[in-house]
């Protein structure tokens, strides 16, 4: 459910501002194409974690971790532009 409360929005302001320039749904196509690589990613960064003996739960924090980091440093970033 929390989900959609980013996904949905984001998905609107993707389609307003991709219709000017590449189409709605090729920046909609764009960012399932993004979504799916980083579900990709993340399935086969937990197997590997997991296969050598690390807790799911202290996976979970990690990748909560990560994604706070990474936030902080898209926020830092935007920031400054």
Do not use: C, D
């Amino acid at each position: 459910m929390f989900g959609g409360f980013f996904i949905v929005p984001l998905n609107a302001l993707l389609q307003e501002r991709g219709k000017h320039s590449v189409g709605a749904g090729n920046a909609i196509a764009v960012q399932n194409l993004g979504e799916n690589v980083a579900m990709l990613l993340m399935l086969g960064l937990y197997s590997l974690a997991v296969s050598v003996g690390v807790p799911p739960v202290a996976v979970g924090i990690g990748f909560g971790a990560v994604f706070a980091v990474a936030i902080a440093a898209l926020w830092v970033w935007g920031r400054r532009k």
